[in-house]
């Protein structure tokens, strides 16, 4: 059917006075841009490729970048739209206070920053020095995750310093160090391609790193079986070839079952497991009783599906294994990470083409913040605080004597339980929203409520940023030089494509100045000579100097960047470390000479015995909730909340029920529904799907206040890694008897 010519003056006539156009200087033509600048996503941990347009000192578009080797030129849906944060109206453009019962105003850098000097000396006389904690984040640069560890260590002098991750990377971190003795996936996805067999566990892929997909796809033109093992059918379980719909919070019992299987039938590379692991008859022994029968009892999956995976896993030349947050966010998240590995480990594929394991790496620089010392038991190269000649080795690159660098400090959920306590008084935190990220909400709320001093490095006011006594208004992605390594342990180029508008900083300089505010300028010496302070060749002068810093205090470390440059990176388009010398040419697959990274040169496999999850069903809570994501937000949705396209997406939270389970209950499409369990409850509109688990019900979590899935969650740890268990809890369905309004009327409310 022919469109209907409207006019562009009939259509200003209409709508122009309501919007105030045509503005009297009339619209400027799409020109071309000042400047187009190759650089990498600012969202998850693949990293890709995206060239941006820019435009005065405005990012106006983008292209996609066609050389960068993983992603190809390909984007997904937050990709595509994530230039338009930088001209969002609720960007900070200067420092803010908050003026009890009146909001925030604006004040100068010279009075936020001595402010918050003065508050940390006062709290820090009176209470001690780990009184005063920091937070920290890595959708930051390498060279701001070591500038922060370096930071909080020496000019803060606390030990209390912990970051995001935490809630995200650390139960893969630890696993992969037990395993191997490193911690980074083994191969670069490109050998995802001619994996015979690819087992995906835990992980939205399609929605969580959809241009991963793609190499899966590759592998299944090329005739790849997928297993899928998740509670939800995810986009990429609709196309598999086996879904195993596992009962959340059961994966160390289904790979320990797989793991007898492999056994049994004897489909074990026994070469491999005698020269060059250990530990294999105690991770045997202890899954012996775990045969199909008990298996389908505790984690709900036909049996006929557990054993046509051990068969197709067991009899695969090439394979590939990924897991995300699925497996990892429980209370035994380390023991479901080391029981996956152990099937890599029985069959010897890894460290061979078209053989490989990995963690798939969150946030956007999760695998390079996870590196460089800014987690709270760690230092530079992933090195550990509490050994002796890491600190050592450390202290002489940073110049100072070894009893100065504080131990080890608590975890990000123990800080907040500190502070809740009363024994943190005061902190700074730099990219991180804990207040919709953290477990069981109210209560962190309740501790951010009583801090003596709180100060935030942020470029919006986050939920966290609104309880902050003083806001400093920090960068965007694109507003600074640096350094991220991606999923894959890539090192790649993030580029300065614009300043930070108006009275805005790069983090960098906000850190940099408060070390010399704090009398330690000695130890930071970063930054650019005048004549380039501020601008965005000063950023490239000064991230080079931390990354030279940052490459010394690698070296030797087991995540070694000593060999990596900027150069080097630029003319190969990314290295991957291990990196140990100028000469080498990077690792982008690991283990080919069967050494690992371990004190014996062995991978080492971990008998893990079945446990419950931290919390379980019972009459009272007899459904089980899980939370994660959806493919249009992202995190705490701080900046995806603002994209009007992405909100439009998937505008609200909405509760995954099946219908089995709604009928039961009584609950029908749109009706509200009250979840509750031990910490609190909120409502949420009900979505019937045919794709969950019958026993549990699902919520995204990138929203706050009243629609936080973080308001019922509970802050059980795992042990080791010290991650929340975002992914079990208990819960009952309370039907309130109102409907929500219709999705179509929240689009339209939430496109406003
Ligand atoms: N769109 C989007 N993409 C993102 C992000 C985002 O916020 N939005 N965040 C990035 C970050 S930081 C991260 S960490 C990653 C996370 O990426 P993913 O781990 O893929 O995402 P989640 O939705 O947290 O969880 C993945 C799946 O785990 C399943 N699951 C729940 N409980 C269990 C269980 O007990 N066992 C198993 N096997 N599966 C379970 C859920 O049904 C879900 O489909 O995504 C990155 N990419
Ligand atoms: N229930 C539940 N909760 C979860 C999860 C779950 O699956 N379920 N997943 C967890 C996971 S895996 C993660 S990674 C966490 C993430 O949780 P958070 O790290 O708290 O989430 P973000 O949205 O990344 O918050 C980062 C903040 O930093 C700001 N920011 C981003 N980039 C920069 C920068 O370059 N400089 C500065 N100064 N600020 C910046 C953003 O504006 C935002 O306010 O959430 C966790 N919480
Ligand atoms: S897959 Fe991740 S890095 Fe790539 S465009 Fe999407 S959000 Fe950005
Ligand atoms: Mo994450």
Not at 346 to 356: F, L, V
Not at 622 to 634: A, E, F, K, N
Request: hydrophobic share 40%; aromatic share 8%; proline share 7%.
């Amino acid at each position: 059917m022919a469109r209907l010519p409207v006019s562009p003056e009939a259509l200003v006539a209409q709508f122009g006075p309501s919007l105030g156009f045509p503005p009297k200087e009339g619209f400027p033509g799409r020109d071309e841009p000042d400047r187009v600048v190759p650089t990498h996503c600012c969202f998850c941990g693949m990293q890709c490729g995206i060239k941006l347009l820019v435009k005065d000192n405005r990012i106006v578009g983008f292209d996609p970048w066609e050389e960068f080797p993983f992603n190809e030129g390909r984007l997904c849906p937050k990709g595509v739209q994530r230039y338009l944060q930088n001209n969002h109206p609720d960007r900070l453009l200067s420092p803010l206070e908050r003026v009890e019962g009146q909001g925030f105003r604006p004040l100068s850098w010279d009075a936020a920053l001595d402010r918050t000097v003065s508050e940390v000396r006062r709290i820090q006389e009176k209470h001690g020095k780990d009184a005063f904690a920091m937070l920290s984040g890595v959708s930051l640069t390498n060279e701001k995750s070591y500038l922060v560890g370096k930071f909080a260590r020496l000019a803060l002098g606390t030990r209390n310093l912990d970051y995001n991750g935490r809630l995200c990377m650390v139960s893969a971190g630890a696993g992969n160090k037990k395993a191997f003795g490193l911690d980074r996936a083994s191969n670069t996805y490109a050998d995802l391609a001619k994996a015979e067999v690819i087992l995906v566990a835990g992980a939205n892929v399609s929605e969580t790193f959809p241009t991963l997909t793609h190499w899966i796809w590759q592998a299944r033109d090329n005739g790849a079986k997928l297993i899928v093992v998740d509670p939800r059918m995810t986009p990429l379980a609709r196309t598999a070839d086996l879904h195993l719909p596992v009962r959340p919070g059961r994966d160390s019992a289904l790979f320990g079952a797989i793991l007898k299987q492999l056994v049994d039938r004897d489909q074990l590379d026994h070469d491999f497991i005698a020269n060059h692991t250990s530990g294999f008859e105690e991770a045997v022994e202890a899954v012996k009783g775990y045969d199909l029968a008990w298996a389908e009892e505790v984690t709900g999956i036909p049996r006929r599906k557990i054993e046509a995976a051990a068969e197709w896993w067991g009899t695969a030349k090439t394979s590939f294994l990924l897991h995300a947050r699925g497996i990892e966010h429980h209370t035994k998240g380390v023991e479901n990470v080391v029981s996956a590995i152990n099937l890599v480990l029985a069959t010897g594929r890894i460290g061979k083409p078209y053989c490989g394991y990995g963690t798939i790496t969150g946030q956007g620089n999760g695998q390079g913040g996870r590196e460089h010392g800014h987690k709270c038991d760690q230092l530079p190269g992933n090195r550990d605080i509490e050994n002796p000649k890491h600190r050592e080795w450390i202290a002489g690159v940073w110049g100072v004597p070894e009893p100065e660098i504080p131990g080890k400090g608590l975890s990000a959920y123990e800080i907040v339980e500190a502070i809740h306590r009363g024994e943190i008084k005061g902190l700074l935190s730099i990219c991180f929203n804990p207040l919709v990220s953290l477990p069981n909400a109210s209560f962190v709320r309740e501790a951010l409520e009583k801090l003596e001093y709180f100060a935030a490095i942020d470029f919006f006011l986050s939920e966290t940023a609104r309880h902050a006594d003083v806001v400093l208004a920090g960068s965007l992605h694109e507003e600074e030089e640096g350094t991220v390594t991606t999923a894959e342990g890539r090192v790649t180029r993030v580029r300065a494509a614009i300043d930070p508008p108006a009275d805005a900083w790069r983090d960098t300089d906000v850190l940099l100045d408060l070390a010399r505010r704090l009398g330690r300028e000695e130890l930071f010496d970063f930054a650019a000579p005048a004549p380039l302070a501020g601008t965005r060749e000063g950023s490239l002068f000064t991230a080079k100097r931390i990354f030279d810093e940052l490459r010394a205090a690698s070296k030797g470390g087991t995540a070694d960047y000593f060999g990596i440059t900027y150069e080097k990176i630029e003319a190969n388009l990314g290295v991957f470390w291990p990196c140990p010398s100028v000469d080498h040419p990077g690792t982008p697959r690991l283990w080919e000479d069967r050494k690992f990274a371990t004190p014996d040169g062995r991978a080492h496999f971990n008998a893990v015995r079945y446990r419950d999850p931290g919390e379980v069903t019972d009459p009272d809570f007899p459904v089980i909730l899980t939370t994660g994501r959806v493919v249009s937000q992202y995190l705490s949705g701080t900046q995806t909340r603002r994209i009007g396209k992405l909100v439009e997406q998937y505008p609200e939270p909405l509760l995954e029920i099946h219908p089995a389970l709604a009928k039961t209950l009584g609950i029908a499409d749109r009706d509200l529904v009250r979840v509750e369990t031990r910490r609190g409850a909120a409502e949420f509109p009900a979505q019937l799907v045919t794709t969950i688990r019958e026993d549990t019900v699902f919520i995204p979590y990138h929203w706050p206040g009243r629609k936080s899935a973080n308001l019922l969650t509970s802050g059980l740890l795992d042990p080791v890694s010290k991650i929340p268990e975002f992914k079990v809890s208990a819960c009952r369905l309370v039907p309130t008897g109102r409907k929500a309004p219709s999705a179509a009327e929240a689009k339209a409310h939430a496109s406003v």
